[in-house]
């Protein structure tokens, strides 16, 4: 099994930047690809972004320039350094890890950001 915690969150200035992290344990060595997702209330989560264990990257055009996500294997770690930020990236944000041999996915209990002046 894996093991999601996110960090990160909190409230910052628009135009101001955060970076998230999601630290991974448990049989990280089988994780194929892990993703960023958030959801605002009321609303259907989203795809963020998204790493392979290969390294490639994918990006949801509405932050496509502005957040880079990135990963430190020896940390067991995935982060989201977010820029620019403005209060419509206000949301709850997941990060998701997908394992090989499976189709579920194993997600993280979430971490607030909240972009406001």
């Known amino acids: 099994q894996v093991q999601l915690v996110e960090s990160g969150g909190g409230v910052v200035q628009p135009g101001g930047s955060l970076r998230l992290s999601c630290a991974a344990s448990g049989s990280v060595f089988s994780i194929s690809a892990i993703s960023w997702y958030r959801q605002v209330t009321g609303k259907p989560r989203e795809l963020v972004a998204a790493i392979t264990s290969a390294g490639s990257t994918n990006y949801a055009d509405s932050v496509k320039g502005r957040f880079t996500i990135s990963r430190d294997n020896a940390k067991n770690t995935v982060y989201l350094q977010m820029n620019s930020l403005t209060p419509e990236d206000t949301a709850v944000y997941y990060c998701?890890?997908?394992?090989?041999?499976?189709?579920?996915?194993?997600w993280g209990q979430g971490t607030q950001v909240t972009v406001s002046s």
């Open positions: 998701k890890a997908n394992k090989r041999g499976s189709v579920l996915g194993y």
